[in-house]
């Protein structure tokens, strides 16, 4: 699956543009990097690319056909191969547990493959976690929880709003070589974040900088 974003501005007012003539292509499976200052338009651009925001002005193009233009159902299709995850964890009432089955339950209505959910704890180091009630996570913790749910879907598309916050070097080691994993699978991980690890930089497929909403270097 490719995505193509063809001359893409966005307001939120209605007045002033945060994103202003935005041209970018995630064609093949790679590590996408998005960089900027505070305000530059990250959050916004990525939840462009995860067809969470409709431009205001220009097409987001999904294997050359206009998403927004697309029927439901068809929509429905392109987006359940596409996972977003927030920069600020947001969990349901629940355990741990109950939170980190919770997207293969809504999107497949499949039986959670339970090996896969209990090397990912182990992995992690979230065992003693599991049980504990979604409200009494620390942010880090609550933070892996949410990047963890949306790797196990296996999502064509990953989209990460500054995964690293609130995570500790170990877990940030961990999650960068899952990442890559995901590439070699074939995935497009598309990631903003101010903070570039230096693992992150040598395996990136390219980085791209924004500043007031343009793109000045990518
Ligand atoms: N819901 C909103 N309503 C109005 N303006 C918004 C809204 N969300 C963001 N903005 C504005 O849009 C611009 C881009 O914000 P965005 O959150 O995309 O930036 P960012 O690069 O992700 O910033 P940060 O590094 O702080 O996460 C900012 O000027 C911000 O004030
Ligand atoms: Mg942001």
Redesign the pocket.
Known sequence: MEIRLENVWFT??GSSY?LKNVNLEFANPGLYILM???????????KIISLLFKPTKGRVLIDNADFWNMIEKDKQEVRSRIAYVR?KPILVRGTARYNLELGLKLRNNVEVDKSLINNLVKRYMLEDLLSKPASKLSSGQAKIITILRALILNPRILAL??PFTFLDNTRTMLLIQDLAKLVDNGSIIII?T?YMHRDLRTRAKQITE?VN?EIIHT
Do not use: F
């Open positions: 939120y007012d945060v900027g200052p505070n305000g530059s338009g990250k959050t916004t651009l990525l920069d709003d500054e903003a101010h924004l909403g």
